[in-house]
């Protein structure tokens, strides 16, 4: 099918499953009666009833379809489900079928297969596209919910929870916990139900906190103000940028606050994430250009603030965020980032 250049572009799980529900019109020409149930949780599913035998199939919504769809999801185990993208090119949805796999998109392509009856309906349109782009975790955003895990990795979450702790969409709390669960990070450890929320917990701690170092970049976190203080021992200067910011403003990272957590190497400067610019006017030390040693960072999400402590008096962003400002700096900061990572308390 030819592509139309005024197709839409579907960016959000939460509209994919709404226009979908929107638009799905299932022929009953074979007494196959249909209708969609939603969960409280962001989740559908999508139930036939052909004479005496009832299908459910839970409805799995992808951005952007790959040829590793054809591979079970790991959560899924027996249970039906059906793969919704906003638009399945021909060759996949062929390999799909093959694979026994029930699929659909927005432009009306629908594959389901059960002992009793057979839907295999061929697009009629090519109204949607796929972003383009595969969903990352790792986004300010989504990393939201990646942080929380690796904090509390012994916790199981229902969907509901971790949308409310980390303050983003349920979709995108639904989205970004299917991708982990496909790159088997993160598993279902509870099926969800329509009286019984689904829960998930870390699968392997080491191996998030690795793919996530790979996917960051220090350079786009936040923006960066260095100050001059006269004071040389930087505990004075932290008091000072604590005291006079106010204490909830205000949560340390990198080389101090991991020496705060685990020493090993001497601080070279104090920096600290801040809630929002009330340093703009600061009387109490010079902004420089470089070489200062108070940098005041200003996130440009802020997920940095979730999962802090108080540690000796100051608030620290979470173990996991001072091994990541850690890692991409100089000045022995990625020395530090390991000796805190190897360091038996990390992350507990």
Known sequence: MKENPKSRIIDSGEKLLSLFIQSVHIQCDRGIK???ITLSDGKASLHFEAGHQKHIFEIWPRLNPSRKLLHPRPEAGTKPVLLLCPHLPDALAADLQLAGINHADLNGRLFVKTPTFL????????AYRN?????????LKSSRVVRVLLSRREQEWTQAELETHTGISRALVSLTLAELIERELVEQTRPGSRHLAALYQLKDFDRLLEEWSAADDWGKRGIIDQYSLL???????????RDALGGDNVFFTQWFAAHLRHPYTTPPLVSAYVKSKLFSEITWGRRVDNGGNLWLITPRDEGVFQEAQTVGGFNL???VQIYLDLLQVGQRGPEQAQALREWGGFAK
Do not use: Y
């Not at 839907?119 to 090519?126: A, G, I, N």
């Not at 972003?131 to 986004?139: A, K």
């Not at 004071?231 to 940028?241: C, G, M, Q």
């Open 34 to 36: 249909t209708r969609i």
């Open 119 to 126: 839907l295999d309906r061929e697009p009629k349109s090519h």
């Open 131 to 139: 972003p383009g782009t595969e969903l990352s975790p790792f986004t």
């Open 231 to 241: 004071a040389a021992d930087l505990v004075k200067v932290a008091e000072t940028a």
């Open 317 to 319: 962003v979470s173990d």
